[in-house]
């Protein structure tokens, strides 16, 4: 069946390093894929999307390209702040919904 | 204004209890859905309405019935609450539904269920 892998957290950083997130999918045929950011006591709130392959999505200063040869959607951003420390979810959406089980970020100053 | 927005934020209750969340969203979307996040922050969907009609339900226990009076509403009733019920439950929303999915989910802020 279709699956969503997010690697495992927390992931912990100082202020200022480069962020990355895999996301890996498994799906019939080529979903879209999701990255969403939930703060504590929140729900999710969409950072970014991609519908096909090579595509780009970005927002916030993070960044995450739809690899189709690599089935792999991974989040970036280049210098992150303590206000980025959250869970990280990425998504896929094609016949289904699949979440995957969430990367939570820890952002020290 | 809240697009997707969800009472009560939190619910104590006892075992054995029926209770009710309501759930409402003004972004026009055809399709809502309710998701559980237990402890681990691992989300599951349970059920997903489009139009008012079931389109999604997922290996829940009967116990939980979802109910949309229109397509702006959506509501969860738990009968006979037991203590692994206790979790966050989200309701969402998106644009579209039915066949292939391709549109963000928008959520609500969560509802926090503890069953003592």
């Known amino acids: 069946g279709d699956s969503v892998t997010q690697m495992e957290g927390p992931v912990t950083l100082s202020e200022e390093a480069f962020l990355t997130i895999n996301c890996t999918y498994t799906?019939?045929?080529?979903?879209?894929l999701f990255w969403y950011v939930q703060y504590p006591g929140e729900g999710l709130q969409l950072l970014l999307k991609?519908?096909?392959?090579?595509d780009k999505g970005s927002n916030k200063g993070f960044e995450a390209t739809y690899r189709k040869e690599t089935t792999s959607f991974h989040l970036e951003k280049g210098s992150v702040q303590v206000s980025d420390s959250a869970v990280y979810f990425c998504e896929g959406q094609g016949f289904s919904f699949i979440f995957g089980k969430g990367t939570r970020l820890l952002v020290k100053p | 204004d809240t697009a997707v927005s969800q009472t009560p934020k939190y619910l104590v209750t006892q075992m054995g209890n029926d209770k009710s969340i309501k759930c409402e969203q003004n972004l026009g979307h055809d399709t809502m859905y309710w998701y559980k996040q237990d402890s681990k922050k691992f989300l599951k969907i349970m059920f997903s309405?489009?139009?008012?009609?079931?389109?999604i339900n997922e290996t829940v226990p009967n116990r939980f019935s979802p109910k949309s009076p229109d397509k702006a509403h959506l509501n969860l009733h738990i009968n006979s609450l037991e203590l692994g019920d206790s979790a966050v439950y989200f309701c969402?929303?998106?644009?579209?539904?039915?066949?292939?999915?391709?549109?963000?989910?928008?959520f609500g802020n969560g509802t926090r269920l503890t069953v003592t």
């Open positions: 991609a519908t096909k392959a090579d």
């Open positions: 969402a929303s998106s644009q579209g539904g039915g066949g292939v999915h391709n549109s963000p989910l928008h």
């Open positions: 799906a019939t045929g080529y979903p879209s």
């Open positions: 309405y489009n139009n008012k009609e079931l389109i």
